[in-house]
């Protein structure tokens, strides 16, 4: 399990946090790993009704670390656990509730498309690099993502890499609200305990229904995850992580 990722629990709402600040919520393997363990056992638990996920102050997450990437890149096929915890959340039976603040890059913006609620600040900015690192979207925000944003937005941020600003991401659909920064995590928790006091066989019903088959989500997940493993590989991606990482050390 990974210190990075603290769960707890306050009634019926089960919080994970990600807690790696001096690494801007970079996501690694184990943190994936983590976060897995927990949806998946907390949605068999009929004392658990609704998911909250939050970052820290200014910091949701900035994506998957990349040295997960580099490694993968020179050849190592360590397991990508990354996939495991998009599959959870694609197949999640309880609501999934988020509180975003600041930086959400990459997975820290493909997370909230498989949110119910997301609550998020002004200051939050949701982007994804994925054509730019040479990769390819996940978290099937190639199938989510235009319909929630159309195919124009989809394209401007899942290809272009354009940022959407919390105003406009609003104004899209992909967040609920936007909330005070002091007030981001009373928000999103008081709409959890809403959530977990409805009646859990109505309100997974309804869920469902909204939702619709999700197998085509999943696999839609594992189609792009095939090329995001080929990719990974190719020398636009090396040399986009080359690039990075130089950027780091300079």
Do not use: W
């Not at 949110?115 to 099937?140: K, Q």
């Amino acid at each position: 399990m990974s210190e990075h990722i603290i769960v707890e629990r306050r009634g019926a709402v089960q919080i994970i946090r990600m807690n790696r600040a001096d690494k801007k919520n970079a996501i690694t393997s184990a943190m994936y790993a983590a976060m897995t363990k927990a949806l998946v056992d907390a949605d068999a638990d009929d004392e658990v009704r609704v998911h909250l996920i939050f970052g820290v102050p200014g910091i949701f997450s900035s994506g998957n670390d990349v040295t997960d990437f580099m490694s993968v890149a020179m050849g190592n096929d360590g397991p990508l656990n990354a996939f495991s915890f998009l599959i959870a959340l694609a197949r999640l039976e309880k609501p999934l509730v988020s509180g975003v603040d600041g930086i959400a890059v990459g997975i820290g913006t493909t997370i909230n498309l498989h949110c119910d609620l997301t609550f998020a600040t002004a200051r939050t900015e949701f982007r994804t690099p994925f054509v730019d690192l040479g990769l390819v979207p996940e978290a099937g925000s190639s199938l989510i993502a235009p319909a929630v944003l159309g195919r124009q937005g989809a394209f401007a941020l899942l290809a272009l890499g354009e940022p959407l600003p919390a105003e406009r991401a609003k104004a899209a659909g992909l967040i609920y609200e936007i909330v005070a920064e002091d007030e981001l995590e009373a928000a999103a928790m008081a709409a959890a305990e809403r959530i977990a006091q409805k009646p859990p066989q109505a309100m997974k019903i309804a869920r469902h229904l909204m939702l619709g088959d999700r197998e085509l989500l999943v696999t839609r997940i594992r189609e792009e995850g095939e090329h995001f493993r080929e990719r990974l590989k190719s020398s636009e991606a090396r040399n986009a992580f080359a690039a990075f990482m130089n950027r780091k050390r300079g």
